[in-house]
């Protein structure tokens, strides 16, 4: 089966970064795109961007630009997503889901608290 | 960028009652790309729709979901109590864009 497996809650103070994993596994890693999106307490869901796993060529969301990077580590069939010059604003849950040949996201990590805070 | 709007914000129904949502695109959804979600606290949302209306594997046939261009509809027939949670839609492609969520509560 298809597996998302993401790295644990973070806390974090303000202008840090934090870097969060998704381990997948049960499919060829490089076979489909993976998300990042992003839901603060008690809002919606937010995309910010997504990677290639392939060619490990990413596109984000225009508010992120600048902040977020994407990578991939093919030999350990894992994504990352880092996000930098935190604010409290960013505090959320974050999400990594993949994509299918459809374009949809049917499979979704856990999700990660990233708590930040002075 | 495409807009979504769902409503209400919020529905409150009982057990066995029929549950309509909606969403709305500012612009037209491109080849019926559009999918709705569940969503229970603390977990990740769950794949229930996409195409507009083909139910995702293992999803009961209660939900139904309709509609195209900019108007589309999610049905739940007759609410089971495991159905009370938060719905999303979501309009995917190269980027994803996602509507506020309605949530349905218990009355």
């Known amino acids: 089966q298809v597996h998302l497996v993401q790295s644990g809650a973070e806390v974090k103070t303000p202008g840090a970064s934090v870097k969060v994993s998704c381990k997948t596994s049960?499919?060829?890693?490089?076979?489909?795109?993976i998300h990042w999106i992003r839901q603060a307490p008690g809002q919606g869901l937010e995309w910010m961007g997504r990677?290639?796993?392939?060619?490990?060529?990413?596109n984000s969301a225009q508010k992120f630009q600048g902040r977020v990077t994407m990578t991939r580590d093919t030999s350990i069939n894992t994504a990352y997503m880092e996000l930098s010059s935190l604010r409290s604003d960013d505090t959320a849950v974050y999400f990594c889901?993949?994509?299918?040949?459809?374009?949809?996201?049917?499979?979704w990590g856990q999700g990660t608290l990233v708590t930040v805070s002075s | 960028e495409n807009v979504l709007t769902q409503s209400p914000g919020t529905l409150s129904l009982s057990p066995g009652e029929r549950a309509t949502l909606s969403c709305r695109a500012s612009?037209?959804?491109?080849?019926?790309?559009l999918a709705w979600y569940q969503q229970k606290p603390g977990q990740a949302p769950r794949l229930l729709i996409y195409?507009?209306?083909s139910r995702a594997t293992g999803v009961p046939d209660r939900f139904r979901g309709s509609g195209s261009g900019t108007d589309f509809t999610l049905t739940i027939s007759r609410l089971e109590p495991e159905d009370f949670a938060v719905y999303h839609c979501?309009?995917?492609?190269?980027?994803?864009?996602f509507g506020g969520g309605t949530k349905v509560e218990i009355k």
């Open positions: 889901a993949r994509a299918d040949d459809s374009m949809v996201t049917q499979f």
């Open positions: 049960g499919y060829t890693f490089t076979g489909y795109f």
């Open positions: 990677i290639n796993p392939n060619r490990g060529v990413t």
């Open positions: 612009q037209s959804v491109s080849s019926g790309h």
């Open positions: 195409g507009a209306s």
């Open positions: 979501q309009h995917y492609g190269n980027s994803l864009t």
